[in-house]
């Protein structure tokens, strides 16, 4: 791996820096979308590839590749097993994030990472999802996140610090804890 000159944490901090006031200069450059297709592939099973990402209404022509995502249910919840569940995914979605938002705040507050480790744990009532009790929602009722973070030149108090801030700058936690309009069309 080729070592950045002003790395930390994995993280170029010029081009942090060049991101933070590019977007600063034109708030229309923070304008994210991601798109996935998705086709199913019998009983519980699912496969999707990423497709076009666009910043300010414009494809990322440097972003070419495309990857290939499975999912089932474990066969005690209908499935084969021969994938990771959705419910796992979001909490890989979850973790891919929080750990993208502390490597990224930690560099740009200096905070050298030496570890980083999130246990994730999501509970589900399958009432909801099984249409058997209207007043359950179908969804994870609650999500828990344990971090380990060890830095070598921060505090406890510093990573609580950090760890609060992740908490609400990342942006799938916030899908998660906070209503986002969701628009389903049949073609």
């Known amino acids: 791996m080729t070592q950045i000159a002003n790395s930390l944490n994995g993280v170029d901090r010029d081009a942090l820096k060049g991101t933070l006031e590019a977007v600063q200069h034109d708030p229309h450059l923070a304008k994210v979308s991601f798109t ?35 999912s089932d249910e474990p066969a005690a919840l ?5 994938a990771a569940s959705p419910a796992e995914y979001v909490l890989q979605a979850l973790a891919g994030c929080y750990a993208v938002t502390f490597a990224t705040h930690a560099a740009n507050r200096g905070i050298e990472l030496s570890s980083l480790r999130l246990d994730m744990e999501a ?23 344990t971090v ?40």
Do not use: M
């Open 148 to 187: 380990h973070a060890e830095s070598p030149n921060t505090s406890r108090g510093g990573l609580l610090e950090l760890t609060a801030f992740v908490q609400e700058h990342s942006p799938i936690r916030d899908i998660l804890a906070h209503e986002v309009r969701v628009s389903t069309d049949l073609a």
């Open 78 to 82: 209908l499935g084969s097993d021969t």
């Open 36 to 70: 996935l297709g998705a086709d199913w592939q019998g009983g519980c099973r699912q496969r999707a590839v990423t497709g076009a990402t666009r910043q300010a209404g414009t494809t990322i022509d440097s972003r070419t590749a495309r990857y290939t995502l499975e």
């Open 123 to 145: 509970d589900f009532d399958l009432q909801g999802f099984l249409g058997l009790d209207e007043k359950t929602r179908p969804g994870a009722q609650e999500i828990r996140v």
